[in-house]
């Protein structure tokens, strides 16, 4: 499956953000699906995670709050709203999914498939 992330841009600190992933097949549905980010000079982080039934999600401790993921299997599309937005949320963005079941959700490595991210820039 391919995915495509999208939503990115410039917010200023205390702003929202929704970041979208379209996914090209509808084998999306079974797959789990998380978000990570990249700063510049820094490691791929773990944002949060939504398993392939939308019912259960987690969230890295920075996002627990302000972000919250979302799919809408019927469209193929998994979203991240960011709200409150802080300088330090300021990367690239990327989405990620696999049909793994279980999966280690902060493990990037065992994600199969990834978008080709979206920049994320709050400015303060």
């Known amino acids: 499956v391919q995915l495509q992330a999208s939503g990115g841009g410039l917010v200023q600190a205390g702003g929202s953000l929704r970041l979208s992933c379209a996914a090209s097949e509808r084998t999306f549905r079974t797959y789990t699906v998380g978000w990570f980010r990249q700063a510049p000079g820094k490691e791929r982080d773990f944002v949060a995670g939504?398993?392939?039934?939308?019912?259960?999600?987690h969230y890295a401790e920075f996002a627990q709050g302000r972000f919250t993921i979302s799919r809408d299997d019927e469209k193929n599309l998994a979203f991240l709203q960011m709200n409150d937005l802080k300088s330090e949320d300021t990367a690239v963005y990327y989405c990620?999914?696999?049909?793994?079941?279980?999966?280690?959700?902060?493990?990037?490595?065992?994600?199969?498939?990834w978008g080709q991210g979206t920049q994320v820039t709050v400015s303060s």
């Open positions: 990620a999914a696999d049909p793994s079941r279980p999966i280690r959700w902060s493990n990037w490595g065992e994600y199969a498939h």
């Open positions: 939504i398993n392939w039934s939308g019912r259960v999600t």
